[in-house]
């Protein structure tokens, strides 16, 4: 059933792409203005070890700026939600902080951090904190009153009722954030990189557009679409691994 | 033997701190009552009487602003001194999600940090009366509404303190699930020698499974009756036909001047 619900928008898809190799051959396009998608196939293929040291390295900035995004956002969402007071101070410039645009900040990044790993790290961090950190405190906040009554009733620490209710209570928050990050992230990697890299498919893509090789550069876009959709997919699988409850027999 | 006391107690809640609201909302006014070890005490009222309000009082989730509770002749004053006391079942059904039902049962004995195991043994041994025989490992989501009722009586018994406090635990099933599990619970009650305070909204309820119903006024909650409930004959489903059933019944109507 559910595979075959797949099999319409795959229909769809493979239509236009025969029909756009149609076009541009019938239309004999240069290949460096839309290039056919036979060309981006033989492109990738061409290429294929060179985009796996790309892949790899972007790769690698997304983990590690979602790890950093998931620890930071937790810790903060779960900090707002113990005190009132950090409630007020925060959320707000939660808020604010999103609005700042992180193109125009990438380069400062450069800057500050040099050419290395770090200033993509941080780019992928600001794109997945936000989503991460409001969803979780949404998450934190739910929480059925009548549960912790009934908790507190049984003599409780806030301990135990923070392990026990609060956080399996806000998992599903929490991961509707994470699906909203993983989906940027990959995104966030690119754009840290085409302000300054020496690998990573952000790279890959300006040398390509600057050589006027379009292939190239539709071949990269597929793949960060790819890897996004994978990264989505790992999510969704982390999800249901971890909140049977929330997907058995609703 | 006086197994709990409660002395003129007393609440009223402030309207809180938003512009608008209304003022100050007396609860319930100088509650004295005693219950015996091993009663069932069931308690009546109309909606918004307080009711709800003296179960949280008694565990530990509202601190009175007079009067006393006194469990096994030692006061509790702080709030903190009866969490933990007593077997409290809130109204609207409080299953954990993610826990499957033989881990939700042995809630009680975890948070106390009593032997799993055990608890896990003795919950097994239970499952079948409480009709969940074959269901331990399932999702509460996949539960009827009975059967969820009956599981959350099951965490409260087996949390193991000597009294219980239930809130409604049948009020928002269908009437033929309720006449169903109060069947049961008549069954089953009499093999455990728990004491009990029962809320509920049902007369019919109240009389069939009480051994003494206490009558609340409308707001603010005051005692206006306390009535033992003496039915000759061992109580089945057809009690609530025979006439000195009615005649109770037609006595507290009269109470609640309905």
Redesign the interface.
């Known amino acids: 059933m559910r595979l075959a619900r797949l099999f319409l928008p795959a229909g769809v898809l493979l239509t236009l792409a025969v029909l756009w190799e149609v076009v541009v051959w019938g239309l004999e396009v240069p290949k460096w203005i839309v290039p056919s998608p036979s060309a981006i196939w033989q492109a990738f293929w061409e290429m294929r070890a060179l985009l796996g040291v790309h892949v790899a390295q972007t790769m690698l900035e997304v983990a590690v700026g979602i790890g950093i995004a998931v620890a930071s956002g937790v810790s903060v969402a779960a900090a707002i939600n113990f005190s009132p007071l950090l409630q007020r101070a925060i959320y707000p410039l939660l808020v604010i902080s999103q609005t700042v645009p992180i193109l125009a900040l990438a380069p400062l990044l450069i800057i500050w951090f040099g050419f290395g790993i770090a200033p993509k790290v941080i780019v992928v961090t600001l794109f997945c904190f936000f989503p991460i950190a409001v969803n979780t405190s949404d998450g934190l906040t739910s929480t059925e009153p009548e549960l912790i009554d009934l908790f507190r009733s049984m003599g409780a620490t806030w301990l135990q009722i923070w392990r026990k209710v609060r956080l399996p209570a806000a998992l599903p928050y929490f991961f509707s954030g994470l699906k909203i990050a993983a989906t940027y992230s990959v995104t966030g990697a690119i754009v840290g990189e085409w302000v300054g890299a020496k690998q990573g498919l952000g790279i890959y893509m300006l040398r390509s557009s600057a050589a006027f090789k379009t292939a190239q550069v539709f071949s990269a876009i597929v793949i960060t679409s790819l890897l996004s959709i994978l990264l989505f997919l790992a999510v969704f699988a982390l999800e249901r691994g971890t909140m049977p409850w929330h997907f058995d027999e609703r | 033997m006086t197994l709990l006391a409660v002395d003129s107690l007393s609440k009223t809640f402030s309207g809180g701190s938003r512009r608008g609201a209304r003022g100050e909302v007396e609860a319930v006014v100088d509650l004295t009552f005693k219950v015996e070890e091993g009663e069932f005490l069931t308690i009546i009222g109309p909606s918004g009487c307080g009711k709800s309000t003296l179960l949280?009082l008694l565990?530990?989730?509202v601190q009175p602003d007079s009067g006393q509770v006194i469990l096994q002749g030692q006061p509790l004053p702080n709030a903190s001194d009866r969490?933990?006391?007593?077997g409290?079942m809130?109204?609207?059904d409080?299953l954990?999600?993610?826990?499957t039902v033989l881990e939700n049962v042995i809630?009680?004995v975890e948070?106390?940090g009593g032997s799993l195991d055990t608890a896990r043994e003795e919950a097994r041994r239970l499952l079948p009366l409480f009709g969940l025989d074959g269901f331990e490992s399932n999702?509460?989501?996949?539960l009827s509404g009975g059967m969820r009722q009956r599981a959350a009586l099951l965490r409260t018994f087996l949390?193991g303190y000597d009294i219980l406090l239930l809130d409604e635990p049948f009020g928002a099933l269908d009437a033929l699930t309720r006449r169903m599990l109060q069947q049961w619970l008549l069954g089953v009650r009499t093999r455990f020698s728990k004491t009990v305070l029962f809320i509920t909204h049902d007369i019919d309820e109240a009389l069939l499974l009480g051994d003494r119903i206490l009558v609340f006024s409308p707001r603010p909650g005051r005692i206006t009756a306390d009535l033992s409930i003496n039915l000759p004959h061992a109580r089945n489903e057809n009690t609530i036909l025979e006439e000195s059933f009615l005649a109770l019944k037609r006595n507290v109507l009269a109470q609640l001047r309905l």
């Open positions: 949280r565990a530990g989730l969490q933990g006391r007593f409290y809130p109204q609207r409080t954990l999600p993610w826990r809630l009680g948070l106390a999702w509460p989501s996949t949390a």
